[in-house]
Nanobody
Framework: QVQLVESGGGLVQAGGSLRLSCAAS????????MYWYRQAPGKQRESVAL???????NYADSVKGRFTISRDNTKNTVYLQMNSLKVEDTAVYSC?????????WGKGTLVTVSS
């Protein structure tokens, strides 16, 4: 069984920064893809960032230049560094990994950006 636990969410003023963490535990043989998603109130879930096992990244246009996805292989942890936060970044942020031929999801962490 694989579990993902996010942390690092909270309340921050516009222009501030937060770093989210997603720690994976369990029987993980190889992680192929790592994602961060977000879902704002009343909106559909959207992909924010993607990191492949080869190190390639992809970002939503709305966060390019402000967010950075990275990983620590020794800790099976993926991070999302969020800078220059905007009120519209307010959402529940969830991580997902594609490993062992399956996609696993975390429960999410709330990020609230105040004006």
């Amino acid at each position: 069984q694989v579990q993902l636990v996010e942390s690092g969410g909270g309340l921050v003023q516009a222009g501030g920064s937060l770093r989210l963490s997603c720690a994976a535990s369990g029987s993980i043989f190889s992680i192929n893809l790592m994602y961060w998603y977000r879902q704002a109130p009343g909106k559909q879930r959207e992909s924010v960032a993607l990191l492949t096992s080869a190190g390639s990244t992809n970002y939503a246009d709305s966060v390019k230049g402000r967010f950075t996805i990275s990983r620590d292989n020794t800790k099976n942890t993926v991070y999302l560094q969020m800078n220059s936060l905007k009120v519209e970044d307010t959402a529940v942020y969830s991580c997902a990994i594609y490993a062992n031929g399956m996609t696993y999801w975390g429960k999410g962490t709330l990020v609230t950006v105040s004006s």
